[in-house]
């Protein structure tokens, strides 16, 4: 056969195994998608899915579902969605904890980073530092101060490992000497902080609402690049001097290998779902800042949050299991 021949012919043979994957994307979606949950329904992450399906449903023109697999660490659900059909029909409701923190906390996961693939941040949760509403210490700063002038007496609550990790690194970065307590959730921690059991706590702007309204607990700092317009008056830990820039966030993941024309296709969704003013208006009620992003700038987040926080654990000796 000449020449010319076999190329046209490796050339049909190139194309006609692209057509399934062309004709799928050019389909997608035929039938219902699910996006997993890897918390319990009612939390934050299950509202924010919930507030994001209903709204993708509509520009997808299927349903899209929302389903609950809880376990340790959303390591469950995690799980569920890295082994399943990459197809754009499963996709996971990712969160820093199983996506980020688990992978520098667990020696062993039943899932990796390289099982996904990254379609678009959604928002994210920056963290706020509560102490005790008659605590004397004015600023971060004085509460720092007040740590190391006793050191037996300070101390912080965290409801997970991943508040541990950030706490540790903020002792890291400002001289700090607060010994870590641990709790059950957020609202313990948050509670232990009114009673006086513990000294300070970081915990997502969400959780800390409430309290903050009721003027129980006050807010010294917070870890986002940015003041929240919620809380004009409250410094970013970067105003203090503190090299500190910390947002839990959520995001859209899909199998590893699911067809590039599909992830684009849910990508552009996103994008436009987050652009509507009632989602923003019911994300930023809930504390979470609306962030669209490109697969590309969500997998670099990613990478270099695990990095920093694969040494932060190693550093402190901070292990789940």
């Known amino acids: 056969m000449p020449v010319h021949q076999k190329l046209f012919a490796v050339l049909a043979l190139v194309g006609a195994a692209c057509l399934p994957m062309r004709a799928l994307a050019a389909d997608y979606p035929l039938k219902p998608v699910t996006i997993v949950v890897g918390f319990s329904a009612g939390g934050s992450s299950d509202a924010l899915a919930r507030i994001v399906a209903e709204k993708l449903a509509i520009g997808l023109g299927q349903p899209v579902v929302v389903e609950n697999r809880a376990g340790v660490a959303s390591i469950v659900g995690a799980a569920y969605v890295a082994k399943a059909k990459p197809d754009g029909y499963t996709l996971l409701m990712g969160a820093s904890g199983p996506n980020v923190f688990n992978y520098a906390l667990y020696a062993k996961l039943p899932y990796a980073p390289q099982d996904f693939t990254p379609v678009s941040l959604l928002g994210t949760f920056p963290l706020l530092l509560l102490t005790q509403a008659n605590n004397p210490a004015r600023s971060m700063q004085e509460l720092v101060a007040q740590s190391k002038q006793n050191p ?170």
């Open 152 to 321: 037996d007496k300070a101390n912080y609550g965290a409801s997970s490992a991943s508040f541990q990790l950030v706490t540790e690194l903020f002792n890291n970065k400002t001289g700090a000497r607060f010994s870590h307590i641990p709790y059950k959730g957020s609202n313990d921690a948050i509670t232990a902080v009114i009673s006086g059991d513990v000294t300070m706590t970081l915990v997502d702007a969400g959780a800390a609402s409430a309290v903050l309204q009721g003027g129980r607990v006050k807010a010294l700092a917070v870890t986002s690049a940015e003041r929240l317009r919620e809380l004009p008056n409250v410094p970013t830990l970067n105003e203090l001097g503190v090299d500190l820039k910390v947002s839990f966030w959520s995001g859209l993941l899909a199998p590893a290998g699911t067809p590039a024309p599909i992830v684009k296709r849910l990508q552009e969704e996103i994008v436009r779902v987050m652009d509507m003013p009632d989602v923003k208006r019911r994300f930023n009620a809930m504390s979470v800042i609306p962030a669209a992003s490109t697969p590309e700038e969500f997998a670099k987040l990613i990478a270099a949050e695990t990095a920093l926080w694969r040494q932060a654990a190693q550093d402190n000796n901070i292990k789940a299991n």
